[in-house]
């Protein structure tokens, strides 16, 4: 092949890939149900805990002549709004912060929420809740809030309907707390934070009286994150938190590893 055919020929491919869609690097069209669904029952909650912000997908940016922006920094961010989930279109393609999406793994997508982030999402319909892990960005959709994955769906009842309106907590973690609390493989129930010691002392007392088990608090920028445990058992600290979400319904359980 002479230089000039090369050229042109290579010439004539990139214009073909300039001119396709957006969508021309997914192998379907549309999204969809996968067809092959492995069992999902194993699959668990993520663990919240600190990351550092991803190299990608952190930089404010356009998508449909729309600007977003990334909040970054925040420590506290609570939405209501509804639900959608994203599958089989997407399933091992790249993620907005470089990652490979896993439909089958417990992770959403979120237009301004810090990537990797870390929410607590509860389904106003029916009071079920999941902890995801946000390595995405969308639903570019009027009045969606988060796009959950394949599996994330399922475990909060979604599929069906294809959406729900749900409210999503971010739970945020220091550098310095994950360090400081690194403990062996335990539970802990975070129930409450307060700005006031007296506070989280009375009442991490008489929680720890009522239900005979130990309590911390851990500071952290003038705030007072109320736990319990620590439980070797998640089933224990499952059980535990039924109990303890029925005056506290945000509390949700902490693995360090």
């Not at 668990?44 to 990608?56: A, T």
């Not at 109990?243 to 902490?254: G, K, R």
């Amino acid at each position: 092949m002479t230089l000039f055919k090369a050229l042109s020929t290579l010439f004539l491919i990139l214009t073909l890939q300039a001119c396709s869609s957006p969508d021309s690097r997914y192998q379907f069209k549309d999204d969809h149900r996968p067809s092959d669904i492995p069992p999902l029952n194993h699959v668990e909650d993520v663990n919240p805990r600190y990351e550092p912000y991803s190299r990608g997908g952190n930089k404010d940016y356009r998508v449909r002549g729309k600007d977003y922006k990334v909040l970054k920094g925040i420590t506290e961010f609570n939405e209501q709004g509804y639900a959608s989930w994203y599958g089989n279109k997407f399933h091992g393609h790249l993620t907005s912060n470089g990652e490979r999406y896993n439909m089958f793994a417990m992770s959403a997508a979120h237009k301004n929420l810090p990537l990797p982030s870390y929410v607590q999402v509860t389904n106003l319909e029916n009071n079920k809740q999941i902890i995801v892990r946000v390595n995405d960005r969308g639903p570019f959709h009027e009045g969606r809030i988060i796009d959950l994955s394949y599996a994330a769906a399922q475990k909060l009842d979604v599929l069906q309907s294809g959406t729900a309106k749900v409210k999503i907590k971010l739970l945020h973690f220091s550098k310095e707390e994950d360090s400081a609390n690194n403990f062996n493989g335990l539970y802990y129930i975070q129930y409450l934070v307060t700005s006031l010691p007296d506070k989280a002392d009375d009442l991490g007392r008489k929680l720890s009286d009522s239900l005979q088990v130990n309590s911390l608090f851990v500071k952290e920028n003038q705030q007072y994150k109320l736990r319990l445990g620590p439980f070797k058992s998640p089933l224990k600290a499952q059980e535990l938190l039924a109990e303890v979400q029925a005056d506290y319904p945000n509390a949700f359980i902490i693995h360090n590893k």
